[in-house]
């Protein structure tokens, strides 16, 4: 079973950078994956920040970007603002399956 | 600036149908390119792709819930829904329609209805 693994929590300071990342139980994420992202506040649907790895969704700032590094998809948040405290979730196109990491909660503090 | 919102009953008793429907305004389900998705979320828990439904009638489900889901779509109405047979509580969830733009994304998001599987 092909699981996408994120880190269960993160936190930053005010102002700082955080890069969350979003891999698979078996193998490395590559662009061929379309890896996105989406952030989500308690109580609300999720938004789109990323797609195809490194495109912003409509009226995201540009404090949000999307890579690869390494074996794993990376959302990197530079100059962290109270309001980016939420949970963020990658989703991979694995072919037939698609499939949600279990998400990363971050604390902004 | 297209809308989704989801409707149907937030109360299923275990082992009967879970049935939501999605409207979808300013599109149509009718375009190509879009994949008309549905999405859930376990109270406390993370995202679950359910599956999609492209404007053609085609589909594509989650193995896990394969055998029990079906997803089907009103082009006259603009609207598509969800399926889902023999509930337990563990498909108790706030359940989202998404419309999926390639195939591989999300880029509009229904607000989510809480489906509670209890008798």
């Known amino acids: 079973q092909t699981v996408v693994t994120q880190e269960p929590s993160f936190s930053v300071s005010p102002g700082g950078t955080v890069t969350l990342t979003c891999g698979l139980s078996?193998?490395?994420?590559?662009?061929?994956?379309?890896p996105s992202w989406y952030q989500q506040t308690p109580g609300q649907a999720p938004r789109t920040l990323i797609y195809?790895?490194?495109s912003r969704s409509s009226g995201v700032p540009d404090r949000f970007s999307g890579s690869i590094l390494g074996t794993k998809a990376a959302l990197t948040i530079t100059g962290a603002q109270a309001d980016d405290e939420s949970d963020y979730y990658c989703?991979?196109?694995?072919?037939?399956?698609?499939?949600f990491g279990g998400g990363t909660k971050l604390t902004v503090l | 600036q297209v809308q989704l919102q989801e409707s149907g009953p937030g109360l299923v008793k275990p082992s009967e149908t879970l049935s939501l429907t999605c409207t979808v305004s300013?599109?149509?389900?009718?375009?190509?390119?879009?994949?008309w998705t549905w999405i859930r979320q376990p109270p406390g828990k993370g995202l679950e792709w359910i599956g999609y439904i492209y404007y053609s009638g085609s589909t594509n489900y989650n193995p896990s819930l394969k055998s029990r889901v079906t997803i089907s779509v009103d082009t006259s109405k603009n609207q598509f829904f969800l399926k889902l047979n023999s509930v337990t509580a563990a498909d108790t969830a706030v359940y989202y329609c998404?419309?999926?733009?390639?195939?591989?994304?999300?880029?509009?998001w229904g607000q989510g209805t809480l489906v509670t599987v209890s008798s």
């Open positions: 078996s193998g490395s994420v590559s662009t061929t994956y379309y």
């Open positions: 300013g599109g149509s389900v009718s375009s190509g390119s879009y994949y």
């Open positions: 989703f991979l196109f694995l072919g037939s399956l698609r499939v």
């Open positions: 195809s790895t490194n």
């Open positions: 998404a419309r999926g733009k390639w195939e591989h994304y999300f880029d509009y």
